[in-house]
């Protein structure tokens, strides 16, 4: 008689034991379906196109970046991929009477907004929000700390240069203490990596403030390299931003 609560309290341990086994099982098995499913349709883009050809490529896949995203709800990779199918909106005219325009930024701006929020470190993802709010309101202080979080998150990302050089130039913001020895740098990298066409394509779409602070800081680096980039630039033709 003695050990029948021993027993007792053995088989409600069992029982205990077995639910709290199922429930993990349960719950391990809910977070690999919840892990595996997005992977399963996410299109991979882990950069933001930095032409309008691999942006108008990247944007095919925006329904399955939508989907990945919206069951992943958290991971601010999958959002940050969903913005960057949109970011052909980076070069979309906003003067060409686009009806979709307003709402097509909206919903770029919503997925950055949860990829910045859940993955604040994605360079690119502070690049696109730089760009986008940089053609809606050049003139706003707001796409310059933008960009400066995408320097900061990403100074070495040599894929994001050329765009976000770009940028810097249509900001125009090189008296920033912060931003002008970022775009010099920028300038730097490029001369380095000998990309004398995309210098010279950036010049060529720059104004005449920009294209000074462009010649003089290269001037500054190497004197004879800026007259073989305005060389190279006579040959290339005018481009569309």
Known sequence: MALTPAFGFDTRSQGLFKIGTGVCAA???MQCIWLLLPELVRPKIDQLPTNLAAATAASTHYDAAVWAATVARIRGDLWAELAFTQADLLWRNKTNHDEGLAAALQRARTSLDRALRNAPHTSGGWL???GLTSRMSPSG??????LKLSYYTGPSDHELVPLRLEIAMRLESFDDVEIGPLVSRDIRLLLAGKQ???IAEIYNASSASAKRFVELTIRDIDASAFDRIRSVGQKQPPQAH
């Open 27 to 29: 719950l391990l098995g």
């Open 128 to 130: 696109m929000l730089a």
């Open 141 to 146: 202080r707001e796409a310059i700390e933008l």
């Open 196 to 198: 004398d066409v995309t």
